[in-house]
């Protein structure tokens, strides 16, 4: 289904006017963690209070400590800080993803707590995030931000040909050196991207892709404030909804269209999960820093 049949869609499952997120049910702003510890990928509490250490995959370097710190905090005392160096030799790729909202753990609010592809109820994620002053242009892939869908799982679909589906199905990524049309040291360009059946590669990271759906900039050393109001609703064999999108207040897109990939079609988790960090391809030069605070999730 393309981007025009969604749009057609009624209100109960598209819809004209805006999302409404109806509770916060975690409000993280980190100032109830411990600090960082030297060489150690800091824990932080979840959303029921447990710690949860990030994923690391194998190859992946600290740059500086990795988890809260006490400096440079858009609300203080703590935020989260993230932070990769130069890849270790014969790595696949490189990340050090928190799980905000978990796809395979409990979170708050019963029922109503999991985030589901095609479930119809709307889930709000607020965030800032500032990229630190020594902050490389990656040289290929870089995701902040994404939503993501486990492959496999309870569900009756299978692999079909052509289609990787599951993964990062909803990502903020800065965009590559080799695709930036600002050239200033001081800005990096980003994208919102989705996948789905038809959206699978980017090329241009810009609207001539498929997937994107805003690309924007942030200025080094400076908060931004991120929001993405987001439905996930089912229209026959596909899956999609609307995503909104708000950079310091201002909404920037209104995208109603296909995200994401159905369980009972594709071999994928019906349960998605919401990942702040650093996940980036295996660049063998290139330092990378980025804080979170202020991090809240409304269903």
Excluded at 69 to 98: E, F
């Amino acid at each position: 289904m393309d981007v025009k049949a969604w749009i057609m869609l009624p209100l109960a499952i598209g819809g004209t006017a805006a999302i409404a997120a109806p509770r916060t049910l975690l409000d993280m702003n980190f100032d109830k963690e411990r600090p960082a510890a030297r060489a150690q990928m800091g824990a932080i509490h979840g959303p029921a209070g447990e710690e949860r250490l990030p994923t690391v995959d194998k190859g992946t370097r600290a740059d500086l400590d990795n988890g809260v710190v006490q400096s440079g905090c858009l609300s203080p005392p703590s935020c989260l800080r993230v932070s990769m160096a130069p890849t270790t030799p014969k790595a696949i790729k490189n990340k050090i993803m928190y799980h905000v909202w978990s796809h395979y753990k409990p979170n708050p609010g019963g029922d109503a707590g999991p985030f589901r592809i095609g479930d119809g109820k709307p889930l709000r994620l607020q965030f800032a995030m500032k990229l630190g002053p020594r902050y490389d242009t990656p040289v290929h892939q870089m995701i902040h931000f994404q939503v993501f869908q486990p492959k496999g799982g309870p569900n009756k679909g299978k692999a079909v040909p052509g289609v990787d589906a599951g993964g990062a199905i909803l990502t903020l990524r800065i965009v590559p050196k080799s695709r930036r049309v600002n050239k200033s040291p001081d800005v990096e360009e980003f994208i919102v991207a989705v996948r789905n059946a038809k959206a699978q590669k980017l090329k241009t990271f810009d609207k001539r892709d498929a997937a994107v759906i805003y690309r924007g900039t942030m200025r080094k050393g400076v908060w931004t404030r991120f929001t993405f109001d987001l439905l996930s609703t089912r229209q026959g064999d596909a899956t999609g909804g609307r995503i909104q999108v708000g950079v310091d207040g201002r909404k920037v897109a209104d995208y109603r269209g296909p995200w994401g990939f159905a369980p009972d079609v594709y071999n994928v988790s019906p349960t998605m999960g919401l990942d702040l960090g650093i996940y980036r391809s295996a660049d063998a030069t290139g330092y990378q820093t980025a804080f979170f605070d202020n991090v809240s999730v409304s269903r």
